[in-house]
């Protein structure tokens, strides 16, 4: 918790070493891998164990309300690092919020797959 950082919601540095504090948020600072998203994970464990505590519930809920935010304009719809990490993130912490990157989802789909921010194989 005491890592946890606040610029228009939640997010984590990417590294804690000399001068972590100074640094801004990083590009994947909302995903499941390495962003806000994965804590969500951490987050329902910790509900198993223990009533979560009061900042944990604030964590929570900035967490919902940045990935919700997000949803409307995140054009990658890729597990870890996009909208389907955003979904599982939303369901786990507050599943009335899901459906918002699942219809992003769905907006992004097209009859071969997905629109994807990158092309493969450079054609």
């Given at each position: 918790m005491n890592?946890?950082?606040d610029d228009d919601g939640p997010w984590l540095p990417g590294s804690v070493e000399a001068g972590w504090e100074s640094v801004g948020p990083p590009a994947d600072r909302d995903s499941l891998y390495a962003g806000i998203a994965g804590l969500a994970p951490v987050l329902v464990e910790v509900a198993e164990a223990r009533p979560w505590t009061d900042a944990e519930h604030q964590l929570r809920d900035g967490v919902v309300d940045r990935l919700s935010a997000m949803v409307a304009t995140r054009p990658e719809p890729s597990l870890y690092?996009?909208?389907a990490g955003d979904a599982t993130a939303l369901r786990m912490l507050s599943p009335t919020a899901a459906p918002l990157a699942l219809q992003r989802l769905e907006?992004?789909?097209v009859?071969?797959?997905w629109v994807t921010t990158f092309e493969v194989g450079g054609g």
């Open positions: 890592h946890v950082r690092d996009g909208l907006e992004l789909g009859p071969d797959g």
